[in-house]
């Protein structure tokens, strides 16, 4: 399916950074004492005023104001679908944004169509931003593809599920655009946006990349949404101190914003690159909540309370969005319903898509493991057209692994020993 | 009274025999305390022994191993849990520079009973990294020991016995077996269980020999029901230990048969079927009337999941080397 009508920048191309004289350093010195993160809308949708980041939202149009709220309706409804899809059997796993929309969306606005970013696994939001068809998205957890889009194309890399390696690879790939343009040209550099969790800011790779883009001055901007929990974990068993403060032992500034603002991530993303566009790197924490599951793997009430996502459901970020342009005469109940037809067709022509992805061909993964066809890998494939497939699987575990160990963790295993011992010879065998 | 009981459980019942055995027992890892794992093979067992004793850790498997060595020098005797089979790479530096050689480094003044678990192998529908066979990287590493259990019985004594040895040991499981159930007699004295690195038969017979470890075990026993309808006993050897190899019931076998077929989910380059060819070739190269077949997982990085029947080693393909073994 095409991504309709998605200009990926709320702006235009130059415009944030020219409206503020570059600062690259962070205007809310977090030493300043617990301002608490950034907020220009209250969670009633109220909106609040900040003298530092009022000026980088000041030039948004009303259309551009009505199309933050479209893609986080949107985004949301895509991720419904795919969490059915999940449910019906045609998606391996999902990973849910949901609750995260502001901080995804707010973020990937404010970025320019030459920014690169580099997604952790849940980042749906920033991939539809970006112009990625949700349909890619939905292969890797199909199991169709590791991957399935251009990241050139989109300025939008491949998910990566080793916890926290792409943020080193955002760091080398900005070392790179250092290497090729000049900070002090029009607009300034190219940022690489790399976005990770607040489990991933405990692992040793994730702090020696924000350590490199220091000493290397590269142009990145560290984007942690921290969503309160690492699976079963919550923040505090990663980090004593806030997220954000990090960055200042590296050198860095960093700036907490709250995440279920859409106004105010975006606004502090684009001071963010405009710092780093001008090789001060930026540490961003959004504050948000996962209000599903880890993954549909995953059962949360195995490790935290109820009333917890009520508390969080109070400060929704698409509400919250809602709420603000129903005052501001943006939104009424038409446009609203409006708004919701259209995602709910998206996520028809989405359901539609999945359920027609076709298998790929087993002898496909041959292919790509090396540029160059070499000896080894012809083998293996000369190996596996002589043992053709059975096409029937042995039975084994539950579609997914994670948090499968509940009663549907059973699989109905049929004997296999039974049907074997009834089969008669060879050519049987493929009914095993 | 045996219970009847999943590998999953058996391997919990194993740990909370250990935890409870030993006050210097820890478990760690990501995950393992209030959800008890995402396998939950530590289900309850922060909820009985505390969270000194089972520790939910930040994520980061480095520090995971490297303060389990920590612990060690300290006296304790760290379980660690890798989540998944392709996370255990960030920790690789620890487990082979320091955990495995630390002992030879002190000339033997520090020991490091650390015990690393590992899911491994695929057949889950997983996404990548979820589904990988690691073990020769690890058996590759002098002072290491590297098992894997294939079935509740053995897991169970296994995971005791690997708790309790005064070395490293990496422990494989076989994920998509976690919910193969069996009677496991939990109350059993460790003295009565076969020593940890024996490998065992468990299927007689006199036509050709299987060998294989961790959830490839099952497959070759289905093999061999199959193949008995045809008339010809196979003989199945559940290796259990990686490194050491324990060849005696190997060579056994091969004398007897004359042909053998290894079997694995890791790919073929540079794997445990590459050594045990070697070394069953060196030790019973007059035995052999066929050269050892290997059925192995391919030489690429693990498919998509859509793929990995296509990928994994089954009856079929298992069948297929044994039909090419006899036509020697
Ligand atoms: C290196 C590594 N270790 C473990 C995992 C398993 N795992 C997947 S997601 C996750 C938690 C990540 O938490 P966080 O960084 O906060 O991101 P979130 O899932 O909340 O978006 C873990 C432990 C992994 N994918 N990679
Ligand atoms: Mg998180």
């Known amino acids: 399916m095409s991504v309709p009508e998605t200009d990926r920048s709320v702006s235009g191309t130059d415009r944030p950074d020219a409206l503020v004289t570059p600062v690259p350093r962070d205007p809310r010195d977090p030493e300043d004492a617990d301002t608490g993160p950034v907020r220009l809308l209250a969670p009633d949708g109220r909106r609040l005023a900040d003298d530092t980041y009022d000026p980088y939202i000041a030039d948004l149009a009303d259309t551009e104001l009505y199309g933050l709220l479209r893609d986080m309706v949107i985004v949301r409804r895509l991720d419904e679908e795919a969490t059915a899809l999940q449910r019906q059997g045609e998606l391996g796993l999902w990973a849910s944004l949901r609750g995260q929309e502001a901080a995804q969306v707010g973020s990937a606005r404010a970025l320019r169509d030459d920014d690169m970013v580099f997604p952790s696994y849940r980042e749906h939001g920033v991939a539809w931003c970006r112009g990625v068809d949700p349909l890619d998205v939905l292969s890797l957890f199909r199991g169709v593809n590791h991957g399935g889009w251009d990241a050139d194309e989109h300025g939008f890399q491949d998910y990566s599920i080793v916890v926290g390696s792409q943020t080193l690879h955002a760091t080398g790939y900005a070392m790179g655009v250092t290497r090729e343009l000049a900070a002090d040209g029009d607009g300034g550099l190219p940022v690489t946006v790399v976005y990770f969790g607040d489990g991933a800011s405990s692992q040793g790779d994730v702090n020696e990349a924000l350590n490199w883009a220091g000493v290397f001055e590269a142009p990145v901007v560290f984007f942690c949404q921290n969503n309160q929990w690492a699976i079963s974990e919550p923040t505090r068993r990663q980090t004593r101190a806030p997220i954000f403060r990090r960055a200042r032992g590296f050198g860095l500034p960093g700036v907490q914003v709250d995440g279920n603002d859409v106004l105010a991530t975006l606004a502090v993303t684009r001071y963010a690159l405009q710092a780093a566009r001008r090789r001060c790197p930026v540490l961003v924490e959004a504050v948000t909540y996962r209000m599903g599951a880890h993954t549909t793997a995953d059962d949360p009430s195995r490790y935290r309370h109820a009333d917890e996502l009520a508390g969080w459901s109070r400060r929704d970020p698409v509400q919250r969005m809602a709420a ?31 359920l027609r992805l076709p298998d790929p061909s087993p002898h496909s993964m041959f292919d790509h493991v090396y540029v160059h066809d070499t000896e080894t890998p012809a083998a293996a494939r000369d190996a596996c057209e002589q043992a053709e497939p059975s096409g ?31 089969a008669p010879l060879h050519h049987t065998r493929k009914a095993i | 009274m045996p219970l009847t009981l999943t590998l999953a459980k058996a391997l919990n019942a194993g740990l909370r025999a250990s935890m409870e055995a030993d006050p210097k027992v820890v478990v760690m890892g990501e995950d393992v305390g209030k959800l008890g794992g995402v396998f939950r093979i530590t289900d309850g067992l922060q909820a009985d022994f505390g969270e000194d004793r089972v520790i939910d850790t930040p994520l980061a498997e480095s520090a995971i191993i490297g303060t389990a060595i920590g612990l060690a020098m300290r006296g304790f005797r760290p379980v660690c849990e890798i989540q998944f089979d392709g996370f255990v790479y ?35 529908g997983a996404v990548e990294h979820h ?12 002072g290491l020991k590297v098992v894997a259990c294939s079935n509740p019985t053995d897991a169970h004594m296994m995971i005791r016995q690997a708790v309790a040895a005064d070395d490293p040991v990496i422990f494989f499981e076989p994920k998509r077996r976690y919910w193969d159930k069996a009677d496991v007699e939990t109350g059993a004295p460790l003295s009565a269980a076969t020593p940890l690195h024996v490998s065992r038969v468990v299927r007689t017979g006199d036509d050709a020999t299987l060998v294989a470890y961790g959830p490839m075990v099952r497959t070759c026993l289905n093999a061999a029901e199959a193949m008995a309808v045809e008339g010809r006993e196979l003989e199945v050897i559940d290796l259990r230990t990686l490194s050491p190899l324990d060849l005696s019931p190997v060579l056994a076998s091969v004398r007897r048969t004359g042909r053998l077929v290894v079997v694995h989910e890791a790919p073929s380059n540079v794997s445990l079927s590459a050594e045990i060819a070697a070394r069953v070739t060196e030790a019973a190269f007059y035995s052999l009337e066929a050269p050892v077949l290997r059925v192995t997982g391919y030489d690429t ?28």
């Open chain 1, 324 to 354: 603000y342009l129903r005052g501001r005469g943006l939104l009424d109940d038409s446009r609203a319903a409006d708004l919701d037809a259209e995602a709910d067709a998206l996520a028809t022509t989405l359901r539609e898509g999945c």
């Open chain 1, 392 to 422: 029937q699987p042995e039975p084994s575990g539950p579609g997914e692994p994670s948090g499968q160990a509940g009663p549907s963790a059973d699989p109905a295993v049929v004997s296999p020993l039974l049907t074997v011992a009834a």
């Open chain 2, 90 to 124: 960030p920790a690789f530096d620890q487990i082979v520079t320091q955990l495995a050689k630390m002992h030879y480094r002190t000339q033997g003044r520090v020991r490091l009973p650390v015990t690393v678990r590992i899911p491994f192998g695929g057949g889950i």
């Open chain 2, 131 to 142: 589904s990988e066979s690691p073990e020769a990287y690890f058996c590759h590493t002098a």
């Open chain 2, 301 to 328: 990085p693990y498919p998509p999941s859509r793929l990995e029947e296509h990928y994994l080693p089954d009856v079929d393909r298992v069948l297929d080397a044994v039909d090419r073994s006899f036509q020697y």
